[in-house]
């Protein structure tokens, strides 16, 4: 092999390592240069940059863009995932929680508006300002945060139970994949870890969709309390008084009534892994996904609105029915406005909070990995 002229002083200067090589691809390694003092890159050709190498083309092959210290296959034999313990799985629980139920907690006064529009629609019906004009003249400021208390408890439940479950099914289904790569191509864990994380966000949104699955069964019940306590403000004292007159009237099984109808809501992210994206790319992201969400999700928020407002032993079938013959397919846009600047909002300060609660609990991305420092051991190595 020839020598390039590839400037390679960032790495380390000492006789070559058996380690450092095994982070080369085939056919490429490193030579020491006693007189520069440093490593120079050894390919089968001297015609290869630096720039080619960074960007990941050498040779007429494509790799992964490197660090320059790590070399190519740097990222999977130096970074390693902290295994889930129990204080790590608390600390992901508090960190969906307090993120989720406050986010929603913040944006009430939209969610009260957008279901009186929904449930009311003859009496709701002056546009996004002239409705929340109506509502805090006639009904008072206070009417705004009306079912705040079923709104924070769900989502605190729901979302500690969200933001866990989507890491977990997370590292399983990559875990999984890799395995199966493994099986089906007879290679080796390096070399399938880095065709799997070719599929990162493939993941990320199986393990959103799997853990969004989940928590419908634990968010619902708490929707159809909040929708009966905005719908009807006189329907009981207080949240406790709500749910035992459902429960009373309507038996426990009403609670549940409308998941089948949440597995179609919630259309909206739950996580997002990646905390190197900027605060920009946060909110940009944050507002389309919340466009997009609602654009998705109306119909079915309408019909769980519809089904919960008052005491009925209607199906979500039939609550289409209804809607469809007092309103026409119009009827399924009720509310669309007010959900587009409400997911928008919650999309974005969810993907803030987030990141700045798991920050400080100490389960950010970094905190969660464990990092193998390869060229202090290539020290150690020949220093001995």
């Known amino acids: 092999a020839s020598s390039s002229s590839v400037d390679t002083s960032a790495w380390i200067a000492g006789p070559t390592s058996s380690q450092l090589l095994s982070l080369m691809p085939s056919g490429f390694g490193l030579q020491f240069d006693e007189k520069l003092e440093k490593y120079i890159l050894t390919t089968p050709s001297s015609s290869n940059t630096w720039e080619d190498i960074i960007t990941g083309s050498l040779e007429g092959r494509n790799f992964k863009p490197i660090n320059p210290i790590f070399g190519f296959r740097g990222r999977s034999p130096i970074e390693l995932e902290k295994s889930l313990d129990l204080s790590s799985v608390l600390r992901f629980m508090a960190s969906g929680a307090l993120c989720s139920s406050l986010a ?17 629609p003859e009496t709701y019906n002056q546009g996004i300002i002239g409705t929340f004009k109506k509502v805090w003249v006639e009904e008072g400021p206070a009417t705004l945060f009306d079912g705040w208390e079923p709104t924070f408890l769900g989502f605190f439940v729901g979302g500690a139970a969200a933001f866990f479950l989507t890491e977990y099914f997370r590292r399983s289904y990559t875990t999984l994949a890799t ?27 199986a393990s959103a969709a799997t853990s969004g699955f989940i928590c419908c069964f634990l968010l619902a019940p708490f929707d159809a309390i909040r929708v009966r306590t905005v719908a009807q403000p006189d329907y009981a004292d207080n949240i406790f008084g709500v749910v035992s007159r459902m429960i009373q009237e309507e038996g426990l099984a009403s609670l549940f009534s409308a998941v089948p109808v949440w597995f179609l809501k919630e259309a909206y992210p739950v996580a997002r892994e990646d905390i190197r994206l900027s605060l920009l790319v946060s909110l940009v992201g944050g507002t389309l996904g919340g466009i997009a969400a609602t654009i998705v999700s109306n119909p079915a928020d309408v019909v769980v609105s519809e089904l919960k407002k008052a005491k009925t032993d209607i199906s979500p079938f039939e609550a289409v029915d209804i809607l469809l013959k007092r309103s026409g397919p119009a009827a399924f846009a009720k509310g669309i406005q007010l959900r587009m600047i409400f997911y928008s909002l919650l999309v974005s300060l969810q993907f803030l909070l987030y990141d700045a609660i798991r920050l400080a609990l100490g389960v950010g991305t970094d905190d969660m990995k464990l990092y193998l420092n390869v060229l202090g051991a290539a020290l150690s190595e020949t220093s001995n």
Request: charged content about 15%; cysteine-free; hydrophobic content about 45%.
């Open 104 to 120: 929603h907690l913040v944006l009430t006064p939209i969610d009260v508006v957008k279901t009186k529009v929904q449930t009311k």
């Open 179 to 205: 395995t199966m790569i493994m099986t089906a191509q007879s290679t080796s864990e390096i070399t399938a870890t880095s065709i799997t994380s070719n599929f990162e966000i493939p993941l990320i949104i």
